[in-house]
Protein backbone atom coordinates (compact mmCIF):
# COMPACT_ATOMS: atom_id res chain seq x y z
CA UNK A 1 0.00 0.00 0.00
CA UNK A 2 1.48 3.20 -0.85
CA UNK A 3 0.44 6.10 1.05
CA UNK A 4 -0.55 9.50 -0.69
CA UNK A 5 2.19 11.96 -0.43
CA UNK A 6 1.50 15.74 -1.28
CA UNK A 7 4.00 17.92 -0.44
CA UNK A 8 4.23 21.91 -0.89
CA UNK A 9 7.90 23.44 -2.61
CA UNK A 10 8.32 26.87 -1.94
CA UNK A 11 10.90 27.62 -3.96
CA UNK A 12 12.96 31.25 -3.13
CA UNK A 13 9.85 32.31 -1.46
CA UNK A 14 8.80 34.16 2.11
CA UNK A 15 10.75 35.08 5.07
CA UNK A 16 11.13 33.61 8.61
CA UNK A 17 8.53 35.68 9.86
CA UNK A 18 6.23 34.96 6.70
CA UNK A 19 7.02 31.11 7.38
CA UNK A 20 5.94 31.13 10.73
CA UNK A 21 2.55 33.07 10.28
CA UNK A 22 2.10 30.14 7.07
CA UNK A 23 2.97 27.09 9.54
CA UNK A 24 0.88 28.57 12.80
CA UNK A 25 -2.17 28.73 10.49
CA UNK A 26 -1.55 25.19 8.22
CA UNK A 27 -1.49 23.20 11.56
CA UNK A 28 -4.58 24.23 12.63
CA UNK A 29 -6.00 23.10 9.44
CA UNK A 30 -4.43 20.03 8.83
CA UNK A 31 -5.32 17.02 10.27
CA UNK A 32 -3.59 13.81 10.46
CA UNK A 33 -5.13 11.91 7.74
CA UNK A 34 -4.41 9.27 5.19
CA UNK A 35 -2.64 11.73 2.86
CA UNK A 36 1.73 12.63 4.41
CA UNK A 37 2.40 16.19 3.56
CA UNK A 38 5.42 18.03 3.84
CA UNK A 39 7.08 21.92 3.32
CA UNK A 40 10.14 22.19 0.98
CA UNK A 41 11.32 25.58 2.68
CA UNK A 42 14.52 27.82 1.43
CA UNK A 43 17.44 26.68 4.18
CA UNK A 44 16.64 30.20 6.68
CA UNK A 45 13.36 28.64 7.19
CA UNK A 46 13.68 25.12 8.17
CA UNK A 47 14.51 25.68 11.92
CA UNK A 48 11.69 27.44 12.35
CA UNK A 49 9.02 25.07 10.71
CA UNK A 50 10.76 21.62 12.09
CA UNK A 51 10.21 23.41 15.42
CA UNK A 52 6.67 24.66 15.08
CA UNK A 53 5.41 21.38 12.88
CA UNK A 54 6.86 19.06 15.72
CA UNK A 55 4.33 16.46 16.65
CA UNK A 56 2.16 17.79 14.18
CA UNK A 57 2.74 14.99 11.23
CA UNK A 58 3.41 17.85 9.18
CA UNK A 59 7.12 16.89 7.67
CA UNK A 60 9.91 19.87 6.70
CA UNK A 61 12.30 19.03 3.57
CA UNK A 62 15.15 21.04 1.82
CA UNK A 63 15.41 22.01 -1.82
CA UNK A 64 18.65 20.79 -2.47
CA UNK A 65 22.22 20.29 -0.62
CA UNK A 66 25.89 19.25 -1.82
CA UNK A 67 27.01 15.70 -1.68
CA UNK A 68 30.62 16.71 -0.05
CA UNK A 69 30.51 15.61 3.65
CA UNK A 70 32.04 18.95 4.03
CA UNK A 71 34.68 21.03 2.13
CA UNK A 72 35.91 24.43 0.40
CA UNK A 73 32.33 24.69 -1.61
CA UNK A 74 30.95 28.54 -0.92
CA UNK A 75 27.50 28.78 -0.54
CA UNK A 76 26.84 25.29 -0.24
CA UNK A 77 25.29 23.39 2.67
CA UNK A 78 25.80 19.56 3.87
CA UNK A 79 23.63 16.67 4.91
CA UNK A 80 24.81 16.40 8.22
CA UNK A 81 24.07 20.02 8.17
CA UNK A 82 20.39 19.24 7.50
CA UNK A 83 20.37 16.31 9.77
CA UNK A 84 21.08 18.37 12.45
CA UNK A 85 17.98 21.05 12.29
CA UNK A 86 16.05 17.76 12.13
CA UNK A 87 14.54 17.58 8.40
CA UNK A 88 12.85 14.62 6.87
CA UNK A 89 13.22 15.08 2.88
CA UNK A 90 15.18 17.03 0.75
CA UNK A 91 14.56 17.97 -2.53
CA UNK A 92 17.11 16.57 -5.29
CA UNK A 93 17.84 17.42 -9.21
CA UNK A 94 14.60 19.76 -9.28
CA UNK A 95 14.53 20.93 -12.92
CA UNK A 96 15.26 24.67 -11.94
CA UNK A 97 18.69 23.39 -10.26
CA UNK A 98 18.85 21.36 -13.17
CA UNK A 99 18.12 24.32 -15.76
CA UNK A 100 19.41 27.47 -13.81
CA UNK A 101 22.09 25.77 -11.45
CA UNK A 102 24.11 23.03 -13.91
CA UNK A 103 22.75 19.95 -11.98
CA UNK A 104 23.29 16.98 -14.04
CA UNK A 105 21.74 13.18 -13.48
CA UNK A 106 25.51 12.70 -12.16
CA UNK A 107 25.31 14.72 -9.36
CA UNK A 108 21.85 14.27 -8.60
CA UNK A 109 22.96 10.71 -8.42
CA UNK A 110 25.32 11.95 -5.71
CA UNK A 111 23.20 13.43 -3.82
CA UNK A 112 20.83 10.13 -3.46
CA UNK A 113 23.28 8.31 -2.16
CA UNK A 114 24.67 11.01 0.27
CA UNK A 115 21.13 11.66 1.57
CA UNK A 116 20.70 7.65 1.64
CA UNK A 117 23.61 7.13 4.05
CA UNK A 118 21.26 9.71 6.09
CA UNK A 119 18.08 9.12 7.39
CA UNK A 120 16.49 12.16 5.33
CA UNK A 121 14.07 11.00 2.52
CA UNK A 122 15.37 11.89 -0.64
CA UNK A 123 12.54 13.43 -3.33
CA UNK A 124 13.97 12.82 -7.04
CA UNK A 125 12.40 15.28 -9.95
CA UNK A 126 12.47 14.31 -13.24
CA UNK A 127 10.61 15.60 -16.72
CA UNK A 128 11.05 16.61 -19.85
CA UNK A 129 10.97 19.93 -21.69
CA UNK A 130 8.82 21.39 -24.22
CA UNK A 131 11.16 20.36 -26.98
CA UNK A 132 11.37 17.31 -26.31
CA UNK A 133 7.65 16.54 -25.45
CA UNK A 134 7.13 18.08 -28.77
CA UNK A 135 9.73 15.60 -30.11
CA UNK A 136 7.83 12.41 -28.68
CA UNK A 137 10.80 11.85 -26.86
CA UNK A 138 9.25 12.40 -23.09
CA UNK A 139 9.57 8.40 -22.05
CA UNK A 140 13.39 8.39 -23.63
CA UNK A 141 13.76 11.63 -21.70
CA UNK A 142 12.58 10.52 -18.35
CA UNK A 143 13.55 7.05 -18.13
CA UNK A 144 16.56 7.71 -18.94
CA UNK A 145 16.90 10.13 -16.09
CA UNK A 146 15.68 7.55 -13.97
CA UNK A 147 18.37 5.18 -14.89
CA UNK A 148 20.89 7.30 -14.42
CA UNK A 149 19.96 9.03 -10.78
CA UNK A 150 19.38 5.68 -9.54
CA UNK A 151 22.81 3.99 -10.96
CA UNK A 152 24.36 2.09 -8.82
CA UNK A 153 21.58 2.35 -5.51
CA UNK A 154 20.81 -0.65 -4.64
CA UNK A 155 16.86 -2.20 -4.08
CA UNK A 156 16.72 -1.27 -0.23
CA UNK A 157 17.67 2.31 -0.48
CA UNK A 158 15.52 2.50 -3.98
CA UNK A 159 12.48 1.82 -2.13
CA UNK A 160 12.73 5.01 0.61
CA UNK A 161 13.25 7.58 -2.61
CA UNK A 162 10.46 9.27 -3.91
CA UNK A 163 9.79 10.13 -7.58
CA UNK A 164 8.27 13.34 -8.64
CA UNK A 165 7.65 13.53 -12.43
CA UNK A 166 7.34 17.26 -13.33
CA UNK A 167 7.41 18.22 -17.00
CA UNK A 168 9.44 21.65 -17.42
CA UNK A 169 6.88 23.08 -19.83
CA UNK A 170 3.88 22.52 -16.82
CA UNK A 171 6.15 24.39 -14.17
CA UNK A 172 4.72 27.79 -12.76
CA UNK A 173 3.22 27.71 -16.75
CA UNK A 174 -0.39 27.35 -15.34
CA UNK A 175 -0.61 24.50 -18.03
CA UNK A 176 -1.03 21.09 -16.19
CA UNK A 177 -0.64 18.10 -17.96
CA UNK A 178 -3.24 15.93 -18.45
CA UNK A 179 -4.23 13.64 -15.83
CA UNK A 180 -3.91 10.97 -18.50
CA UNK A 181 -0.49 11.85 -19.52
CA UNK A 182 0.89 12.21 -15.94
CA UNK A 183 -0.47 8.69 -15.21
CA UNK A 184 1.35 7.77 -18.66
CA UNK A 185 4.58 9.19 -17.50
CA UNK A 186 4.04 7.89 -14.13
CA UNK A 187 3.43 4.55 -15.21
CA UNK A 188 6.19 5.04 -17.88
CA UNK A 189 8.88 5.38 -14.48
CA UNK A 190 7.06 2.80 -12.37
CA UNK A 191 7.73 0.52 -15.31
CA UNK A 192 11.54 1.86 -15.30
CA UNK A 193 12.11 0.94 -11.89
CA UNK A 194 10.80 -2.47 -12.29
CA UNK A 195 12.99 -3.35 -15.36
CA UNK A 196 16.01 -1.95 -13.08
CA UNK A 197 15.18 -3.56 -9.97
CA UNK A 198 11.85 -5.89 -10.02
CA UNK A 199 7.99 -5.09 -9.88
CA UNK A 200 7.60 -5.64 -5.77
CA UNK A 201 9.73 -2.75 -5.38
CA UNK A 202 8.80 -0.50 -7.88
CA UNK A 203 5.30 -1.20 -6.56
CA UNK A 204 6.54 0.38 -3.15
CA UNK A 205 7.91 3.64 -4.56
CA UNK A 206 5.86 6.59 -4.30
CA UNK A 207 5.85 8.61 -7.69
CA UNK A 208 4.42 11.93 -7.25
CA UNK A 209 3.31 14.53 -10.37
CA UNK A 210 4.21 18.43 -10.11
CA UNK A 211 3.41 21.11 -12.22
CA UNK A 212 0.80 23.77 -11.85
CA UNK A 213 -1.22 21.45 -9.65
CA UNK A 214 -4.02 23.36 -7.61
CA UNK A 215 -7.17 22.78 -5.57
CA UNK A 216 -9.15 22.58 -8.97
CA UNK A 217 -7.52 19.93 -10.65
CA UNK A 218 -6.13 17.98 -7.66
CA UNK A 219 -9.02 15.11 -7.56
CA UNK A 220 -8.22 14.45 -11.02
CA UNK A 221 -4.91 14.11 -10.67
CA UNK A 222 -5.06 12.41 -7.36
CA UNK A 223 -7.45 10.04 -8.39
CA UNK A 224 -5.29 8.57 -11.01
CA UNK A 225 -3.84 5.30 -10.49
CA UNK A 226 -0.41 5.70 -11.08
CA UNK A 227 0.33 9.06 -9.18
CA UNK A 228 0.98 8.91 -5.88
CA UNK A 229 0.77 12.05 -4.35
CA UNK A 230 1.90 15.74 -5.46
CA UNK A 231 4.86 18.46 -5.59
CA UNK A 232 3.09 21.69 -5.48
CA UNK A 233 4.73 24.70 -6.35
CA UNK A 234 2.48 28.42 -6.46
CA UNK A 235 -0.37 26.65 -4.60
CA UNK A 236 1.46 25.59 -1.83
CA UNK A 237 2.01 28.87 -0.58
CA UNK A 238 -1.19 30.07 0.88
CA UNK A 239 -2.36 27.69 3.33
CA UNK A 240 -5.88 27.31 2.54
CA UNK A 241 -4.95 26.42 -1.06
CA UNK A 242 -2.60 23.85 0.70
CA UNK A 243 -4.73 22.11 2.77
CA UNK A 244 -7.99 21.86 -0.06
CA UNK A 245 -5.42 20.46 -2.16
CA UNK A 246 -4.55 17.56 0.97
CA UNK A 247 -8.29 17.24 1.44
CA UNK A 248 -8.64 16.48 -2.37
P1 LIG B 1 4.11 24.82 -9.67
O1 LIG B 1 5.57 24.23 -9.28
O2 LIG B 1 3.10 24.03 -8.90
O3 LIG B 1 4.18 26.26 -9.26
O4 LIG B 1 3.96 24.64 -11.16
C1 LIG B 1 5.79 22.88 -9.09
C2 LIG B 1 7.23 22.61 -8.73
O5 LIG B 1 8.11 23.25 -9.30
O6 LIG B 1 7.55 21.74 -7.88
Same mark, same amino acid.
Given at each position: ???????????????????????????? /???????? *??? $????????????? $??????????????????????????????????????????????????????????????????? =????????????????????? #????????? $?? &????????????????????? *???????????????????? /???????? *?????? =??? &??????? +?????? +???????????????????? #????? $?
Amino acid at each position: MRIPFIAGNWKMYKTIAQARAFADEFKN /LYHDTDVK *TAI $FAPYTQLETLVEA $FKGSGIGVGAQNVHFAKEGAYTGEVSVAMLEEIGVDYCLVGHSERRQYFAETDESVNLKLKALLESK =ILPVVCVGENLEEREAGKEEV #IVSGQIRAD $FD &GICEADAEKIVVAYEPVWAIG *TGKTATPEQANQMCKCIRET /LADIYDEE *TADKII =IQY &GGSVKPE +NATEIM +NMEEIDGALVGGASLEPLKF #IEIIN $F
